[in-house]
């Protein structure tokens, strides 16, 4: 196993805003969960600001039991302008709307919940502020003590002001600017007692140089953290320049604050000074903290003190050319025109891509030719889709891999497969209804039909590999073959059945399907990839069949891409993480990114900077490839970003 190689230790990224034209406004439009009416009631928010009062919050040692809930007094405020009324409020109060709050001591993620009341009722700016916050290991781990940071939120409350909720809405892009994020860190510490000192500082020692403090708090388990964002200067003789935090390349905070020396001469030394709030169990604290430090301490060279490196090292073979996965998704309509295929096949080079996924089957639509479905309707005259993308494709130097949906049917699919195959593969939900979407993999009608369909497209066209996609169950069947089935293995009914005996029986089925493709393809088409995209949370795959490891591990597939389209680059490493444990072959990873965002109801490309930091994340952590998701949201600002900065250097796929 190979990894990427790190370069930089303190590096000092200036912040970037990744704002857009509307990315803090909010429209408040539903998602409609858990069998409620979708809210459609209006309202229109404007988020102006986000700020934490402290810079020290109280958190008791030990920390709570596995499972307990953990409460903090965390004092928020958001800022915000209402455009349009509406009776009701937005908050995080319940659970599946939450802040996500990064433990940067541990590297893991908590989610927090807050009583915030943002009120739509009155026009005109507002401040909503809470002073508690409250974990549990339902969102994530128990906040640990440390530097931490809110790094975005999933989802608000639609409330109202009785307290009886209504739905859920997607939080605009205003909370995943980076200015914003990296002014919301903060330390917590037992703070029943605490000192403060500046404990250290790095610098050239030369004029207009870097210097680099770092301002600790020791706590009453005579523990030590850093503390940032608050006010605080470094000063001598007339000079003063302002402390900020130091961060990295990917934005995370390095414990230090930093500034830079005057162009003159240096003093003999220099005084920094800081003011601290702190929330402690009495409640809010000011303390004034002075450090002095003589010239010439903690001297370092300016090599060690980089400044925006880039973090890794990229692989090369022996000809010196680089070896990277770039990947793109790409929906069936973008193929269904000689048109759209060039415009594609174009986009990727220029973008400097080099492997295309396209979506030849998804619900009832396919666009190949195969004796076994018909082609959809919509196809240009005379066109063969996938064989003109190939030629194209490989023309520019471009893999083809066809993408299919393995279970994403809808009732048009399953009234042809039900006329024509003379088998009934409906899911039944356990109140006895049809499921909307889906097929039962526990058919082995089903089952035989697109383990053929798709050895079939790698037999009939030159394809250089095969993407499963939705390859899961789709959720639990009911139905009386299902029951039956599962009695028969099991010896108990299907509704008395364990968490564990469901993932044990639905990866029976859809490993299968995994196992027999993998067989079929490589004989038809020896050399082809097989890959998966899969869910980025091992155990909620687990619930559907997937088990990627394994099916890695038994060689039945070569890429493992799991689909982490967070908008929080730090979640996406800690989702990654799980992979690069799970895997028995590293280099078998590739991370599936987004190119787009919701904000309400609306959907939109991503700032390039965004995309930027999440492929300099993946590389950061020694994974050899990336694939973007979807070529429909490949902005050309993305495009132009991706040419002239990320993908300058053209690569051959890793796995080649």
């Not at 440390?146 to 859920?168: E, M, N, S, T």
């Not at 029986?505 to 890959?531: D, H, M, N, T, Y």
């Not at 091992?538 to 559907?544: R, W």
């Not at 597939?557 to 967070?566: A, R, S, W």
Request: some cysteine.
């Amino acid at each position: 196993m190979s990894r990427a190689l790190p370069v930089a230790m303190l590096a000092l990224c200036a912040g970037v805003c990744l704002a857009q034209d509307g990315d803090a406004v909010l429209e408040v439009k539903g998602q409609g969960v858990e069998g409620r009416p979708r809210y459609e009631g209006g309202g229109k928010v404007e988020f102006l600001d986000m700020s934490l009062a402290d810079q020290l919050v109280h958190l008791a040692a030990p920390e709570p039991a596995e499972g307990a809930r953990q409460e903090i007094p965390l004092r928020l405020s958001i800022k915000y302008n209402v455009l349009e009324t509406a009776p009701v409020l937005l908050n995080s109060k319940l659970g599946s709307e939450y802040w996500r709050v990064y433990n940067y001591g541990n590297e893991s993620m908590s989610g927090i919940h807050t009583l915030e009341q943002i009120d739509l009722s009155t026009e005109g700016e507002a401040t909503a502020t809470a002073d508690r916050a409250w974990s549990d290991t339902q969102r994530g781990v128990l906040l640990s003590k440390g530097l931490a940071g809110i790094r975005g939120r999933y989802y608000f409350l639609i409330d109202q002001p009785d307290g009886q909720w209504l739905d859920v809405v997607q939080p605009p892009a205003f909370f995943v600017r980076r200015q914003l994020l990296e002014r919301l860190t903060f330390t917590l510490a037992n703070l029943s007692e605490f000192t403060l000192e500046f404990s250290e500082v790095q610098s050239t020692w030369e004029p207009g140089g870097p210097i680099h403090v770092k301002l600790t708090v020791t706590d009453a388990d005579r523990e030590q953290f850093p503390v940032l964002n608050c006010p605080a200067t470094i000063e001598a003789q007339g000079w003063q320049a302002e402390l900020t935090p130091n961060m990295d390349y990917l934005h995370i905070p390095t414990g230090w604050s930093a500034a830079q020396l005057p162009d003159g001469a240096v003093a003999e030394q220099v005084t920094a000074r800081a003011t601290v709030s702190a929330m402690t169990p009495d409640g809010p604290v000011t303390r004034e903290v002075t450090g002095t430090f003589a010239k010439g301490t903690g001297r370092v060279t300016a090599e060690e003190m980089q400044i925006a490196e880039q973090g890794y090292e990229l692989p090369r073979n022996a000809e010196g050319m680089i070896r990277e996965t770039r990947a793109l998704w790409i929906g069936p309509k973008d193929i269904m025109t000689r048109e759209g295929v060039e415009t594609l096949v174009a986009h990727a080079k220029e973008a400097g891509l080099n492997v295309l996924i396209p979506d030849i089957f998804v619900r009832s639509t396919f666009v190949a030719r195969s004796d076994l479905f018909p082609m959809a309707e919509g196809v240009e005259e005379g066109l063969d889709p996938v064989a003109y993308l190939i030629e194209k494709a490989h023309q520019a130097g471009l893999e083809v891999h066809p993408w299919f949906c393995v279970t994403y049917r809808d009732s048009g699919f399953r009234k042809w497969f039900e006329e024509n195959r003379d088998a009934n593969v409906d899911m039944i939900d356990q109140d006895g209804e049809v499921r909307k979407l889906g097929a039962d993999v526990h058919r082995p009608e089903y089952r035989d039909f697109i383990v053929d369909l798709m050895v079939g497209v790698a037999r009939d066209y030159e394809v250089d590999g095969i993407h499963h996609d939705y390859i899961r169950t789709m959720g639990q069947c009911y139905c009386d073959k299902c029951r039956a089935e599962f009695q028969a293995q099991f010896g108990k009914p299907l509704t008395d059945a364990t968490d564990e005996e469901w993932i044990a029986w639905q990866r029976q089925a859809v490993g299968e399907i995994v196992e027999r493709v993998a067989a079929g393809v490589r004989e038809v088409r020896p050399g082809a990839k097989l890959s998966a995209a899969v869910f980025s949370n091992l155990a909620s795959g687990a619930a559907q069949g997937q088990d990627p490891a394994e099916w890695a591990r038994q060689g039945w597939i070569d890429l493992v891409i799991p689909m982490d389209y967070q908008m929080q680059t730090l979640v996406v490493r800690d989702n990654e993480k799980q992979f690069l444990n799970a895997l028995d072959d590293d280099d078998q990873l590739v991370t599936g990114l987004s190119l787009y965002m919701r904000s309400g109801a609306e959907t939109t490309s991503r700032p390039p900077e965004l995309v930027r930091e999440q492929i300099e994340l993946v590389r950061g952590m020694g994974i050899h490839g990336y694939c973007l998701f979807v070529h429909g949201h490949l902005s050309d600002e993305i495009i132009e970003m991706l040419k002239t900065d990320i993908n300058s250097e053209p690569a051959v796929p890793y796995f080649r």
